[in-house]
């Protein structure tokens, strides 16, 4: 019988803080798409005699993610310094938090696809700077610093992942709340949101924990859910061929997509942290931390709740119209304008305006369409002023001029035409236009009707009321 | 009338406000007087001693006269136009050598940092620009401050004592100390991280103030130990200090550890006296205490002419109306020279990280195979023997297996030292002083090579007294109270509570002007003789 494997997976995650400026000077933090080396100061480049400042802003942000993930907040944390030397670190040491972080402990609720919940336990949460950039080109290697002091909140979870699926899901669902929460770009292209994992596996119904192995340099999730599960299927073909799993290190090769050792049993280095003497402890007020709370939104898990109890949504809806909070809130807004049937809100949004936004690539906040004129577009469909597919051009119509849906209604004559006469005018040019289909239909071919209501809303630009065009017609055709 | 350049700070600048002199003026005699008296600039060159180096001071490394004279000649301009200038307006100045300034070679007296102009200055220097002081060079210290004697630079040749040319004129601010000292300037901006402003000022006879951590700001300054460093004047009068300390206080937002407490104004609060100024000694400023060779503690005492004069000083101080409360305790004082050593070469080790031969500086010509290859030769051939000892000790000292051991412990230490003066200074407490006289140092300036060469423990204890002001953060100010016997500047400390540098300013200017016809104070310096 072959033997059953646990897997266990502890994930840490280096997180880029959306910051203005950089976490100690006042250069611009984001730099992708500029020239290397060209935000960069005397403080982030390390020359001799310059001093950090702390950026509030990243104490901000880095608090309002410990808050969304329930850890104990220092009041009082420390900054120190971890000493190493390369190219890329210009002071000689990074900055960062050692034994007395801004956050510890708490835990972070997520939902896989299917809907299970998984809770994932927090270890600790630090702020750092980030160091620079190193670029081989054969024998020379570049240094670009513009990244150098870029803020970042390392996260470190507990081993309670059990799949690669978890630790895919964890990232997606992580990376949704630092968009959600307004911290973090989270893009893991462009690293804003990084990745090593701690991979072990136990037979089922062990205590113990196997020996782990890290994997380093994961950059996109899809990577992760593969590294992850070669890892595991790596690990469980060499138990059962008898070795044993050494502690490696490994590198996910992304342009190979595959896992690469990068060296055995961590050679424990020296970092020989001491308090950083240039910053004052991080001081967190009373105050201070209330005004957060009080800034902190609801969060995505606890919307989609409320989508599906208050609000009377399906789970699938509530999910897709939770995915980020633009969404999440232009959905809130057109419901609470339109004040009606909410379900019949979520399908506008998740057919037209989702389908705008995936088509163009552009987000929901970036639209010219408004909550106004959406909720103003179902109403005109409610109340018969135009059809269905009028509405759904119309919101294509409105996002593309800008122009508010009534306007565009009246500028082309949008409106449906109920004046019998015309509709009357037009289905008997149709029907004499056409009297080898009028008599296939003569002949009994019935489901012909609805190619004939199709020509007439067609000349009429979809304007009849096409329950209006239908009984015309019938009579006509009936008729002769 | 005196000479210009004996003039203090104070007395030049009230002359270019009245026009009565002209910036320019005061500042071709500066220079001439470094012409005079200074010999050549220490440099990076293979060092072959000449006779006629031994007859001259060596502080300078750097005169900067272009752009001293453009400053000098923008204040004669704005004085003649009538318009607001600074405090300091027309007053030259020298900086020792880790002051940045902006396009200005900064050495630290190291290889590591060759060819190298920072491209901005320090605060303190951008402060006393704004106040119109003429920076017109730079001088010499100890190779990154390291030492207490300025025989540590790698720029020969060193400083002498323009007292006694064989000696050594302290350190690591000796450049400036003795720049002072023989004219060259009435103001020099030094550092201390544990007497580096006091004891050359005590070795030079003139008046070094090492203000409290957080007064004055550390920004563009090159770092030795950053949670002790702290920059200051040193003048030949201590109002001089009290003018300068005014121009380079406050908080500035590019250096974190400085405070929002308002600064005083020194000068003016000189004239308040010292009636009533409760003023300790403590046994433990009286004697070195070290380990010997069984690990115990054991105390020698100090010079005995330099013991004396702290009860002479104590004598005057109560003539002129303040208390004196003896036996005030500061039993941790003996920690300070070991916990000093640790926690000062740790952060010494990390702050010369960044020398690491790529970004700035030296750089090795050999052929290197990698880049630790390079930096291994770069740092080997730019670092001197100071510098790797400290690089070393603070690598060592700073392993995570020892950090209990060593940083731990040294950190309680520095609490313990801390609560000395909280008890003593406490206005609720059993003391309730203002100030505490001690010794400046254990002995007087001493003989070039014996830094290294002599086991005196008055030599290598010589900053424990200067030490626990650094650890608690605390001001000092060391100020002349006459000559030993064989004819050395011997110096007195009075260190107060934080920010309570108008205080001790008053002390050290009361001790001053009842002092002013004292005998000794005829005596100059022998290069100025």
Redesign the interface.
């Given at each position: 019988m072959t033997q059953e494997y646990i897997a266990t997976i502890g994930l840490e995650t280096h997180i880029q803080l959306n910051t203005n400026t950089k976490a100690f000077c006042s250069c611009k933090a984001d730099s992708w798409g500029d020239a290397p080396n060209t935000n960069i100061c005397?403080i982030c480049?390390?020359?001799?005699?310059?001093?950090?400042?702390?950026n509030q802003a990243m104490v901000e942000k880095a608090l309002m993610l410990c808050l969304a993930m329930n850890s104990d907040i220092n009041m009082d944390s420390f900054f120190d310094?971890k000493?190493y030397?390369y190219?890329d670190l210009?002071?000689?040491?990074q900055v960062t938090q050692n034994d007395r972080s801004i956050g510890r402990g708490g835990y972070f609720d997520f939902l896989m696809d299917d809907g299970r919940e998984v809770r994932c336990h927090i270890h600790n949460l630090h702020m750092e700077e980030d160091a620079g950039k190193t670029k081989n080109e054969g024998n020379i290697?570049l240094i670009d610093m513009n990244r150098c002091g870029v803020p970042l909140v390392e996260m470190v979870t507990m081993p309670d992942l059990h799949s690669a699926d978890e630790a895919a899901t964890y990232l997606t669902r992580l990376r949704q709340l630092l968009r959600w929460l307004g911290i973090s770009e989270a893009n893991m292209e462009k690293a804003h949101l990084r990745c090593d994992a701690n991979v072990s596996i136990a037979p089922k119904g062990s205590t113990e924990l196997g020996k782990k192995c890290e994997i380093k340099n994961i950059n996109s999730i899809e990577a992760v859910r593969m590294a992850i599960n070669y890892e595991i299927e790596r690990q469980i073909r060499e138990i059962n061929a008898g070795n044993k799993i050494e502690q490696w290190t490994i590198e996910w090769d992304n342009d190979t997509q595959e896992l690469r050792k990068m060296r055995s049993k961590e050679t424990a280095a020296?970092?020989?942290?001491?308090?950083e003497?240039?910053?004052?402890p991080v001081h967190i007020s009373e105050e201070f931390l209330e005004s957060i709370k009080n800034k902190m939104p609801e969060l995505p898990i606890q919307r989609r709740e409320r989508f599906i109890s208050e609000m009377g949504l399906p789970s699938y809806d509530a999910t897709v119209l939770t995915a980020d909070r633009d969404t999440s809130d232009f959905f809130e807004a057109v419901c609470n304008i339109y004040d009606g049937d909410n379900k019949r809100v979520s399908n506008w949004m998740m057919n037209e305006v989702l389908r705008i936004t995936n088509e163009t690539g552009c987000a929901v906040s970036e639209l010219k369409i408004t909550a106004q004129d959406l909720a103003d577009i179902i109403h005109m469909v409610d109340q018969k002023t135009i059809n269905t597919t009028t509405g759904k051009n119309l919101v294509d119509m409105v996002q593309s001029s800008g122009k508010r849906p009534q306007l565009l209604v009246e500028e082309h004559g949008l409106g449906l035409v109920s004046d019998d006469s015309a509709i009357r005018a037009m289905c008997t040019k149709i029907v004499s236009d056409n009297p080898k289909e009028a008599a296939s239909y003569r002949n009994g071919k019935e489901s012909l009707i609805g190619w004939f209501v199709g020509q007439v809303m067609r000349e009429m630009r979809g304007k009849a009321d096409p329950e209006k065009a239908k009984a015309i017609l019938l009579e006509l055709l009936k008729a002769d | 009338m005196t000479e210009l350049i004996e003039l203090s700070a104070v007395e030049q600048a009230a002359l270019i406000r009245e026009k009565k002199i002209s910036s320019v003026e005061l500042l071709e005699a500066t220079l001439a007087q470094v012409e005079k008296v200074d010999g050549r600039s220490g440099s990076l060159e293979p060092y072959v001693e000449q006779p006629e180096d031994l007859e001259k001071v060596h502080a300078f490394l750097l005169i900067v006269r272009d752009h001293a004279m453009a400053k000098a000649k923008e204040v004669d301009r704005k004085i003649a136009a009538g318009e607001p200038v600074g405090a300091l307006a027309g007053v030259p100045y020298s900086a020792k050598d880790v002051y940045c300034t902006k396009g200005i070679r900064t050495t630290a007296a190291s290889r590591i940092l060759e060819g190298w102009k920072p491209p901005y200055s320090s605060t303190v220097i951008e402060k006393m620009d704004q106040a119109d002081a003429v920076l017109f060079g730079k001088v010499n210290l100890d190779e990154f401050t390291f030492g207490g004697t300025t025989e540590t630079t790698a720029f020969k040749p060193t400083v002498r004592n323009p007292w006694a040319l064989d000696r050594v004129p302290g350190g690591s601010s000796g450049g400036s100390a003795a720049a002072v000292s023989a004219c060259e300037g009435a103001i020099s901006l030094g550092t201390d991280t544990g007497g580096s402003i006091r004891e050359p000022a005590a070795f030079t006879g003139i008046v070094g103030l090492k203000p409290t951590y957080g007064r004055v700001s550390r920004y563009g300054v090159i770092p030795f130990a950053s949670s002790m460093d702290t920059m200051g004047p040193l003048t030949r009068t201590v109002s001089d200090s009290a003018f300068v300390l005014k121009e380079i206080a406050g908080f500035d937002p590019r250096d974190n550890t400085t405070v929002r407490v308002p600064v005083d104004d020194y000068l003016a609060d000189l004239q308040k006296g010292i009636k009533g100024l409760r003023i300790g000694i403590s046994p433990d400023y009286l004697k070195i205490t070290y380990l010997d060779d069984q690990g115990n503690y054991a105390s020698a005492p100090v010079d005995p002419e330099i013991e004396a004069s702290v009860w002479k000083a104590a004598d005057l101080f109560r003539d002129l109306g303040a208390e004196i409360i003896e036996d005030v305790p500061m039993s941790n004082t003996k920690y300070s020279v070991p916990a000093y050593f640790v926690i000062s070469r740790i952060e010494a080790y990390s702050n010369l990280q960044r020398f690491d031969g790529l970004k700035y500086g030296h750089t090795t010509q050999q052929s290197v195979k990698d880049m630790y290859d390079l930096y291994y030769k770069s740092r080997g051939e730019g670092f001197g023997y100071q510098a790797k000892l400290r690089l070393l000790t603070g690598m060592f000292a700073s392993q995570e297996k020892f950090y209990e051991k060593y940083y731990r412990r040294a950190q309680r230490a520095r609490a313990l030292m801390r609560r000395d003066f909280d008890e003593a200074f406490n206005p609720q407490g059993k003391y309730r002083i203002d100030a505490i006289l001690t010794p400046s140092t254990p002995s007087p300036a001493f003989r070039f090579g014996d830094a290294v060469a002599s086991d005196s423990l008055l030599i290598q204890f010589a900053d424990q007294f200067t030490t626990p002001m650094n650890f608690a953060g605390t001001p000092g100010i060391s100020f002349p109270c006459g000559l030993s016997s064989s004819g050395l500047p011997i110096g007195l400390q009075i260190t107060g509570y934080d920010y309570c540098e108008s205080k001790i300013l008053r002390a050290a200017f009361a001790y001053e002007q009842a002092t002013l016809d004292a005998d000794w104070r005829k005596i100059k310096p022998v290069v100025l003789r």
């Open positions: 005397p480049t390390g020359q001799p005699g310059a001093l950090p400042s702390t310094r000493n030397l190219a210009p002071g000689g040491y290697r020296d970092y020989r942290y001491f308090r003497p240039n910053l004052m | -």
